[in-house]
């Protein structure tokens, strides 16, 4: 949620400045990092307080480690700028990563993210309740079509029995909204580190309840190379990219992630989303693709 100058990121008549392909090229590389990452938690095959003790303290031991590096001596300075509001996302990021590990035990992936992918809507929702943002037409017909596509998917939640973990993933989505509502806030600080300190927070309240149960090397593989690789570079990059990039093209490269996520998870495993997940899904997708291609073409 940074500022950007349109002006920096476009140059000349179609020409693509140098600051906008890093953007491009960061994003593109966080949300194809991020995309194995559903398929790394289900081969893993880990309870709930494990997969959040492991995944919150090597993700954020690393992210903070990473960002102190960077820092140096105005590690502390930039620590202690986040301030209350800098607590409240401490508190929500563990938040988000509990209920996503909650919903992943008890729904399909696919509707996990489908739910995710609703969180640009909710966010202007929020943004509009909190912040006086104004929502233009187009937006309000995509959040309309966003919620009819997401009453379908919960609908097959409640033929199946995942409805609770339909429910849960909403909340996710919600959070996650709360998060970046607070962050586009406070967009003068640097909330990294917040971040980080929220992956720990879960990791510290798993803690007491995680079992470490004895379970195959390859197992671990997956565990270590989802929590230590592909949680904290995607994470990175995926905050990185933006600040270069116009946000309505940062919503279309997402998308990837509710395509590919799925895909990944079918072909490997075999868990494949129910029809209503499908038509949902898709009415979802559609909306915040024409949407963020209207906020697109607004740029120009």
């Known amino acids: 949620m940074t500022n950007y100058s349109v002006g920096s990121v476009f140059q000349g008549e179609g020409n693509l400045s140098s600051e906008y392909r890093k953007g491009f090229l960061l994003t593109l590389a966080g949300i194809l990092i991020w995309t194995p990452d559903t398929l790394m938690i289900r081969l893993a095959d880990v309870e709930f307080f494990t997969l959040a003790f492991i ?34 996302i401490v508190v929500l990021q563990a938040s ?68 609770l973990g339909d429910l849960i993933a909403l909340t996710n989505a919600v959070i996650i909204a709360v998060v970046l509502t607070v962050v586009r806030h406070r967009r003068d600080v640097n909330m990294i580190p917040a971040a980080g300190l929220g992956l720990l927070l879960a990791a510290l309240l798993a803690a007491p309840f995680a079992a470490f149960p004895d379970i195959s090397s390859m ?40 395509i590919l996520g799925p895909l990944w998870v079918w072909i490997v495993i075999g868990e494949q989303p129910g029809i209503r997940t499908f038509i949902g899904g898709s009415i979802v997708v559609g909306a915040l693709f024409f949407h963020a291609l209207w906020r697109f073409r607004q740029l120009h």
């Open 55 to 88: 995944r919150g303290a090597l993700g954020g031991a690393l992210m903070v480690v990473g960002f102190s590096l960077h820092s140096g001596r105005r590690f502390l300075h930039h620590l202690f700028a986040i301030g209350s509001w800098g607590a409240l």
């Open 96 to 163: 988000t990563n509990w209920t996503y590990y909650a919903a992943l035990e008890r729904t399909t992936v696919a509707n996990v993210l489908v739910f995710f992918a609703s969180t640009p809507l909710i966010t202007a929702l929020m943004t509009r309740a909190f912040l006086q943002d104004d929502i233009k037409r187009p937006t309000w017909i995509a959040i309309w079509s966003a919620g009819l596509g997401l009453l379908i998917v919960a609908s097959g939640g409640l033929s199946t029995g995942n409805w």
């Open 219 to 258: 197992r671990w593989l997956f565990l270590i190379l989802g929590a230590g690789l592909v949680l904290p570079a995607a994470l990175a990059l995926s905050t990185l990219g933006p600040r270069y990039l116009p946000t309505p093209e940062v919503a279309l490269l997402a998308l990837l992630e509710t």
